[in-house]
Antibody, heavy 118, light 108 residues
Framework: QVQLVQSGAEVRKPGSSVKVSCKTS????????LNWVRQAPGQGLEWMGG????????NYAQSFQGRVTITADESSDTVYMELSSLRSEDTAVYYC???????????WGQGTLVSVSS | DIQMTQSPSSLSASVGDRVTITCRAS??????LNWYQQKPGKAPKLLIH???TLQSGVPSRFSGSGSGTEFTLTISSLQPEDFGSYYC??????????FGQGTKLEIK
């Protein structure tokens, strides 16, 4: 059974960075895409970027370019998302999700709440 | 980027009603369109991929149709457990996925 388990809630001050992890199990880690999607309070879903671990290169949404870094550690089947220069508008739930190319995001993590406040 | 536009942004319907949600893409995406359901406080759940293919375990009252730039999600007979938000997503460009803004479905 495929599972994606994310790290716990984080509180950060404006201008700082946060790194969220997503540990996968039950599947072939390297060959699927792993993506990060965020959802601000009361808002919709926003794709941030993704990576296929066996390829290693990440792709990012335009709105996050330069602020987000997605990496994968094949030794621990874990994907990371680091967001820098945090501002209050980055307060959101961040989800990791597995993609199978064009067939959608079939497995999701439980979500990680990141709160940014001074 | 491919822009996805959903309508309506919210709707209220009664149990047993037929409900339709529309999603439009800013360019042709063939049939690379997925639908998700999200309940409050939960992660989204993939309902339909490739415009019309139901994920395993999804009730048959859900169906999807369309190709090119216009797509629909239909619930043939609304059930109480179908409340929540629904999102479309294009997967034509797998280097830059995009979601629609969502439709909030309430049960009258």
């Amino acid at each position: 059974q495929v599972q994606l388990v994310q790290s716990g809630a984080e509180v950060r001050k404006p201008g700082s960075s946060v790194k969220v992890s997503c540990k996968t199990s039950g599947g072939t880690f390297g060959s699927y895409g792993l993506n990060w999607v965020r959802q601000a309070p009361g808002q919709g879903l926003e794709w941030m970027g993704g990576i296929i671990p066996v390829i290693g290169t990440a792709n990012y949404a335009q709105s996050f370019q330069g602020r987000v870094t997605i990496t994968a550690d094949e030794s621990s089947d874990t994907v990371y998302m680091e967001l820098s220069s945090l501002r209050s508008e980055d307060t959101a739930v961040y989800y990791c999700a597995r993609s199978t190319g064009p067939l959608g995001f079939d497995y999701w993590g439980q979500g990680t709440l990141v709160s940014v406040s001074s | 980027d491919i822009q996805m536009t959903q309508s309506p942004s919210s709707l209220s319907a009664s149990v047993g009603d037929r409900v339709t949600i529309t999603c439009r893409a800013s360019q042709s995406i063939s049939s690379f369109l997925n639908w998700y359901q999200q309940k409050p406080g939960k992660a989204p759940k993939l309902l339909i991929h490739a415009a019309s293919t139901l994920q395993s375990g999804v009730p048959s009252r859900f169906s999807g149709s369309g190709s090119g730039t216009e797509f629909t999600l239909t619930i043939s007979s609304l059930q109480p457990e179908d409340f929540g938000s629904y999102y479309c997503q294009q997967s034509y460009d797998t280097l830059m996925y995009t979601f629609g803004q969502g439709t909030k479905l309430e049960i009258k």
